[in-house]
């Protein structure tokens, strides 16, 4: 049961029963308060983001949907650090254990080092276009955040495990015949199970994908959300970014950006 290795804290921190209790009582997991961001272009200020309001809950299904352009990827880009708001929060829920009460963390204020830190340990990000290294196999693209992340030392220290860590992995995605290929003898669905398998090797806790399937055509769009949806299953919080109704109806809740704003809508409300 390669599967299982995903199970392993703090990947997967939701036991049964509260993956029961949330259907009725969900638990925040990242929310952003008054969310403004606002670009410039030739001395003009144009309002991306104008006070978005939204949350994700924790092992959840979020589809984020929109007209191109309407600020999709702005948001993503807020929720996982990889850009800062020019007004409102980011927040981050941690669980509630026996010792700890539920609380909520600011982070999108964080000094740099420790942003770039909590970035890499809780988030995982997929892109329409994947976003692989073409000099690196599979395996060393999977594993690049690991090297990324450690210091040479470190990483030399603890190759095997990771090494291991990876082949698990995409064994998970359904990659292990592919381990020593280059992105440029893959084909658009392999190359998209490659980097989801490098979004999972520091085991986050939310994955954060930005029109995953965009590139591919409807079936091999529809395996890849049938991974993802998979994962989402093992306890992987996701939110992801999709102009296609079919895919956004797959998911537990729909937000769409619209004007600066989210609106929530219900599943299966989005056509
Ligand atoms: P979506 O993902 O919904 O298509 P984006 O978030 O990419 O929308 O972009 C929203 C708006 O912000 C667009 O008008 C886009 O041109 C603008 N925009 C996005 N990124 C930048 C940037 N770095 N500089 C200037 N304008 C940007
Ligand atoms: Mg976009």
Redesign the pocket.
């Known amino acids: 049961m390669v599967g299982l290795v995903l199970l392993d804290p703090p990947y997967f921190k939701v036991d049964l029963p509260i993956m029961t209790d949330r259907l009725t009582f969900p638990l925040p997991h990242l929310s952003t308060v008054a969310l403004e961001r606002t670009?410039?272009?030739a001395q003009v200020r144009?309002p991306?983001l104008r006070g978005v309001e939204m949350t994700v809950n924790r092992g959840e299904f979020l589809a984020i949907v929109?007209?191109?352009?309407?600020?999709?990827?702005?948001?993503l880009h807020l929720m996982g650090l990889l850009d800062q708001p020019n007004i409102g929060e980011v927040r981050l829920h941690v669980e509630p254990t026996e010792d700890h009460p539920a609380e909520s963390l600011r982070i999108d204020n964080l000094p740099p080092a420790t942003r770039d830190a909590l970035r890499n340990r809780v988030f995982g990000f997929i892109f329409q276009a994947y976003h692989l290294l073409p000099e690196l196999t599979v395996l060393e693209n999977v594993q690049s955040p690991l090297m990324i992340r450690e210091s040479v030392l470190g990483y030399w220290k603890n190759r095997r495990e990771y090494r291991d860590r990876a082949c698990e992995i995409i064994d998970r995605v359904g990659l292990s015949h592919r381990l020593k290929h280059r992105p440029s003898e893959l084909s658009g669905g392999e190359m998209q199970r490659a980097a989801i398998a490098r979004s999972l090797i520091s085991r986050p806790e939310i994955l954060l994908a930005?029109e995953p399937t965009g590139n591919l055509d409807a079936q091999t769009g529809r395996d890849i959300m049938a991974l993802l949806k998979s994962l989402n299953d093992e306890g992987l919080t996701i939110a992801m970014?999709t102009h296609d109704d079919n895919l956004a109806n797959q998911a537990d809740r729909i937000i769409r950006?619209a004007n600066g704003r989210s609106v929530d809508l219900a599943n299966g409300a989005a056509a």
């Open positions: 670009y410039l272009k144009i991306v929109g007209q191109s352009g309407s600020g999709k990827s702005t948001l930005d970014v950006l």
